[in-house]
């Protein structure tokens, strides 16, 4: 109670002026926070209602679409080549066979591959085709920068069907 009435008779002590510019300040706090605080924070849950009413109709066509996915046959490799053949083929028709530094087999049906200093874009773009043409998926990757903007070092493991 003692902090009341120190206010209060501090309150008292000041000019008509000075009490004005007091009232003004204490009527403007609440508003600068309604508008300061509480709008930009309001609109943001919304954003954040908007994004997941919008994942959820995402996920909701995905799980739609997942059973037709499913029952459509894989492509076929081209014509029984080996993994290491299609492999090796694509990467130099796309480019990469440069970046290719090794590869070993890893258990059947697969292969592991490391590149070196690979543009990341054609990376991407090849292990793509390489799904799309001959239904061959990417069972692991790691990739790091290489350091140059655009380049990586990649450890994939890719396997048939």
């Given amino acids: 109670m003692a902090g009341v009435d120190q206010l209060a008779r501090w309150f008292a002590g000041l000019s008509e002026r000075e009490r004005r510019i007091v009232q003004a300040g204490a009527a403007l706090v609440p508003v600068l926070l309604v508008i300061g605080v509480l709008l930009p924070l309001d609109r943001s849950v919304a954003q954040a209602h908007e994004r997941l009413a919008k994942?959820?109709?995402d996920l909701?066509?995905?799980?739609?679409?997942a059973p037709e996915l499913a029952a459509s046959p894989q492509p076929p490799s081209a014509a029984g080549e080996s993994l290491l053949v299609?492999?090796?083929?694509?990467?130099?028709e796309s480019g990469l066979a440069g970046?290719?530094?090794g590869s070993e087999p890893a258990g059947p049906g697969g292969l592991s591959l490391r590149l070196q200093k690979a543009p990341f874009d054609t990376l991407i773009a090849w292990l793509a085709r390489l799904s799309q043409q001959n239904g061959i998926r990417v069972d692991s990757a790691t990739i790091d920068s290489a350091g140059a903007p655009g380049l990586v070092n990649a450890a994939v493991v890719l396997r048939t069907g």
């Fill in 86 to 92: 299609i492999v090796d083929r694509s990467a130099r």
């Fill in 99 to 101: 970046s290719l530094a």
């Fill in 60 to 65: 909701a066509w995905m799980l739609g679409v």
């Fill in 55 to 57: 994942k959820r109709n």
